[in-house]
């Protein structure tokens, strides 16, 4: 032993590194059990729609998680991508997969719900963004573009980084390959923007989505941010243009759903669900007018429950509840209980009140913990569904796939204004030029992973999985050309004279060592 | 397996302001420079051809490689006649080109064109899409610009394009880059 001092992180307050606390290690996870299932078992992710047609299909809980990674790696653990690196690939491996994207062929066709005017269905085409349905590509758009700026790798868009196979085992045609890469979607999307005089691009046949069409928007920027263009100062000024002329949401302040486009019609709008899942990613880039209309739309739509908890209103309850807001009376209304819930409602609201940094997300999740049946499986925290809407009591209870697998996650690992910040403040390359962990291998969670730059220290607070005892690696990149000091809980183990559990290969550290009980690792460059 | 880019541009099959069938084909050989717009047009179009015409002025003896053409989106009024009054003394390097209904909106999915007539009381208008488009002269796309480019950032834009295509390099101009 070289030396021992009693400072665990090296005369850094540790109570000012950020940390994930248990909760948020167990969405993460969660997250990471689900994208690990292998090729085909959807478990835990199933929602009431066989056809992938409804809001907890794989492809929005996939997007999800990774946008959920996303913001655990920029806003909690900004020096170890090998944290969530592996799980982000995997939610775009299986985003890839047929049973995710397959539906599309038969949504092609076209719907009479949705296009009233509509005398025959379409022929049917598999390629899954060429063309229409945004409500995939457009988030297979920002996860690849996310993953970019996140972790400075192009790999998406490498020539045919985005193949689609179409090859059902019997059809006995030739296969179908459908070959694009990062920057031929954002191309595609593009010009289906462009085509549609920037009012966005379908979802369904004939059904613009205003949320769908959000998403994009967050490929855009962050391809810019690789590409040093400015497409999404284009796109966002030129839809926000495109939108002020047709009207993007009513009187009351809620956002129109989408737009019916042979009819030219606006579908009236549907309250909390939409208006949440809108301002949530909205605030990226049109911050102020989300600022001015989220508090008049999530207006009466919420209860307060027994101990400051806090849950949606039954849509049938909101114009009640809003009417007392007016006449100055009482607005705390018993919930309409013979309204089925099913939409992920619980789930927008609350990524809503995260990324706006609203308080009341505190008695949105603590509901979920009260009501939701939280549930750990193998170290991962989620909900489980539950299509039953009210406990006897008159609580909500619903959870949908989305709402528990996903959203909650994504509420709870979020921070005030933080999708904004990954898309207004993306990393640079000074970032990417400092230590950071680049792998690790081990049964371990990173609660700290964080690299003070005035002092030249790199933070990790490990802990083993499930209390096992285990041997874990972490390799450092990116080490500075010093000499340097390890220290496990304040305690000197290693440094470059003497280093013990230290492999060094030019500016590469790898740290093996077991581990035992949560550990704050602090490895200081001098 | 599919191709995986969104095309930009192709074919058109159309008339144009002197009453003379026109396809890609008859500007090959040089850089095409297209703009989508209608005559009574009372803001976008004369912004956007005015800034057009500026920047080919400001090219000096290159614009001669350059075919300026004005596509209606408008066809039920934009005559050949009509476009060759309207260019004569606005946009003299222009060939304004029409056609049917089907001709041009043929035309419009080629070029990603939105175009959508709007009747508003009296006021008859047709919102459509602002940007200048340059094909080489091969007839394939180089780039698109928005309405918001100055003629200077154009010029130095189209210089670039036509001294990259020439092989010579790229020259140095006070212009952003190409991409829109």
Redesign the interface.
């Known amino acids: 032993m070289i030396s021992v001092t009693g400072d665990p992180a090296a005369g850094i307050d540790l109570d000012r590194v950020p940390a994930l606390d248990d909760l948020q290690l167990g969405h993460l996870r969660h997250i990471e059990n689900l994208v690990h299932q292998v090729p085909g078992d959807w478990s835990k992710m199933g929602g009431v729609d066989p056809g992938q047609e409804l809001f907890d299909a794989y492809r929005y809980q996939l997007a999800y998680f990774a946008y959920t990674l996303g913001l655990a790696h920029y806003h909690w653990l900004p020096a170890a991508p090998s944290a969530v690196k592996p799980a982000f690939e995997k939610a775009v491996e299986k985003m890839l997969r047929r049973d995710v994207w397959g539906y599309w062929k038969e949504t092609s066709r076209g719907a009479r719900v949705l296009d009233p005017d509509i005398e025959e269905l379409r022929e049917p085409w598999t390629?899954p963004v060429?063309r229409e349905n945004i409500m995939y590509s457009g988030h297979l758009y920002a996860m690849t573009a996310l993953h970019a700026v996140l972790f400075d790798d192009d790999r998406y868009d490498r020539p045919g980084a985005l193949t689609f196979e179409w090859n059902p085992v019997f059809q006995g045609l030739a296969p179908?390959?459908?070959?694009?890469?990062r920057s031929?979607?954002g191309?595609?999307i593009?010009?289906?923007m462009?085509?549609?005089?920037?009012l966005g691009v379908a979802c369904e046949p004939n059904c613009i989505f205003i949320v769908c069409n959000q998403f994009p928007m967050l490929g855009f920027r962050f391809e810019d941010v690789r590409d040093g263009?400015a497409?999404a100062e284009?796109a966002t000024s030129a839809y926000a243009a495109a939108w002020e002329?047709r009207g993007l949401y009513a009187g009351n302040g809620s956002y129109h759903p989408f737009l019916m486009v042979r009819q030219n019609q606006l579908v009236p709008p549907r309250g909390i669900t939409n208006d949440a899942w809108v301002a949530s990613v909205m605030n990226t880039w049109n911050r102020d007018l989300v600022r001015e209309l989220f508090p008049r739309q999530v207006r009466g739509t919420l209860k307060t429950g027994p101990d400051g908890t806090i849950s949606p209103y039954a849509p049938s309850v909101v114009p009640k509840v809003r009417a007392a807001l007016d006449a100055g009376e009482p607005a705390d209304l018993p919930q309409d209980t013979t309204e089925a819930v099913v939409d992920p409602t619980f789930g927008f609201v609350a990524a809503a009140l995260s990324e706006l940094g609203d308080e009341r997300l505190r008695g949105l999740l603590a509901h979920a913990d009260r009501f939701l049946n939280p549930t750990w499986d193998n170290g991962g925290l989620y909900y489980p569904r539950n299509d039953r809407s009210w406990d006897s009591e008159g609580n909500r209870i619903q959870v949908d796939a989305m709402t528990g697998n996903a959203l909650l996650g994504y509420s709870r690992l979020n921070v005030p204004d933080g999708l904004w910040s990954l898309y207004q403040r993306p990393w640079t390359a000074e970032h990417f030029a400092e230590p950071h962990v680049s792998t690790q291998d081990g049964d371990f969670d990173l609660r700290r992973a964080y690299y003070h730059h005035d002092s030249r220290t790199l933070l990790l607070t490990a802990r083993p999985r499930d209390g096992q005892r285990g041997d874990i690696s972490l390799t450092i990149a990116n080490a500075p050309s010093r000499p340097w000091t390890l220290r496990f809980d304040g305690v000197v183990v290693a440094d470059s004279d003497n280093p013990d559990r230290v492999a060094v290969a030019g500016r590469t550290l790898c740290i093996t060592t077991a581990l035992d009980a949560e550990t704050t690792l602090t490895l200081h460059w001098s | 397996m599919s191709s995986s880019r969104a095309r930009v541009g192709g074919h058109f099959d159309l008339t144009d302001h002197l009453g003379a069938r026109v396809t890609p084909g008859t500007y090959r050989g040089r850089f095409m420079l297209v703009f989508f717009g209608f005559t009574h047009c009372g803001q976008i179009c004369p912004a956007v051809l005015g800034r057009n015409s500026r920047a080919l002025e400001l090219l000096g003896p290159d614009a001669d490689e350059i075919q300026p053409l004005y596509i209606t989106v408008d066809p039920d009024r934009d005559s050949p006649e009509v476009l060759a009054a309207y260019l004569r003394d606005r946009h003299p390097r222009y060939t304004g080109l029409t056609g049917t209904t089907a001709e041009i909106e043929a035309a419009e999915r080629a070029y990603h064109v939105f175009a959508r007539r709007a009747d508003e009381l009296d006021d008859y208008r047709v919102p459509h899409t602002s940007f200048t488009f340059l094909m080489d002269p091969g007839g394939d796309y180089v780039s698109h610009y928005a309405e918001t480019r100055t003629a200077d950032e154009l010029a130095g834009a189209l210089a670039r394009e036509i001294d990259r295509y020439r092989g010579g390099g790229v020259r140095t101009a006070t212009a952003a880059d190409g991409r829109s």
């Open positions: 390629d060429v179908e390959s459908h070959v694009y890469r031929s979607l191309e595609a593009y010009w289906q462009v085509e549609n005089g920037w263009t497409r284009e002329r």
